[in-house]
């Protein structure tokens, strides 16, 4: 069965600093693996697609990494705004059926 | 620009009652998808359409019905709700295939059934 797992659940971040999300897979066979954002009470965001001969992809001071061998993903976030608070999610494919991952909620403090 | 519009946000329904979220897009986008979240889960799929007249069962589609009558609108019929179905429910769309394009969502319709 298709998983894809996100830790930690939760994080707490004081404002400015950096934080990395981590986001383990098992799907088969890879398509592409994204990274969205969702805001309280929103839809979620696009935040970065990589495939599968991309290791690294940025968007302003969100960088995700991908290693296809080991099937991992990183989410780094830079210099943390309180705009970033928000749920991180991990989807990967292939197909019409993407898998989710269920998120991690990350709060940055003032 | 509008980009993907679900109206309603909120709506409570009673156990058997049958509504219709709509969603319309604006982006003359050929894949259009309807997701469910459930608290602390993951999304997943229900229905799908790769374009007008077509359209196909995701992961959960018991309980759903859809249609797709033009490129621009995809709604979702909720026959007979069952608690079950209390969720939020996004609407998306992409410009090709869900594996290689862009997913853009709609803001949520969060359905509760008592």
């Known amino acids: 069965k298709n998983q894809v797992e996100q830790s930690p659940q939760s994080l707490i971040i004081l404002e400015g600093k950096n934080c990395t999300l981590q986001?383990?897979?098992?799907?088969?066979?890879?398509?592409?693996l994204r990274w969205y954002k969702q805001d309280t009470g929103r839809g979620p965001v696009s935040l970065t697609i990589?495939?599968?001969?991309?290791n690294t992809k940025s968007n302003g001071r969100y960088t995700a990494t991908l290693d296809a061998d080991t099937k991992q993903s990183s989410l780094h976030i830079t210099a943390s705004q309180l705009s970033d608070s928000a749920s991180y999610i991990c989807v990967v494919g292939p197909g019409s059926t993407l898998t989710f991952g269920k998120g991690t909620m990350l709060l940055v403090s003032p | 620009n509008a980009g993907v519009t679900q109206t309603p946000k909120f709506r409570i329904l009673k156990i058997g009652q049958s509504m219709t979220l709509q969603c319309t897009q604006d982006?003359?986008?050929?894949?259009m998808y309807w997701y469910r979240q459930d608290p602390g889960m993951g999304l997943k799929l229900i229905y799908y359409s790769v374009g007008a007249g077509i359209t196909d069962k995701g992961e959960v589609p018991n309980g759903y019905n859809v249609s797709r009558s033009t490129t621009e609108d995809f709604p979702l019929r909720l026959e007979l709700a069952a608690p079950s179905q209390t969720s939020v429910y996004f609407c998306?769309?992409?410009?090709?295939?869900?594996?290689?394009?862009?997913?853009?969502f709609g803001e949520g319709s969060r359905l509760t059934v008592l």
């Open positions: 986001c383990n897979y098992t799907v088969s066979p890879f398509s592409n």
């Open positions: 990589m495939t599968f001969s991309e």
């Open positions: 982006m003359n986008h050929n894949y």
């Open positions: 998306a769309s992409s410009s090709g295939r869900v594996d290689t394009g862009e997913l853009f």
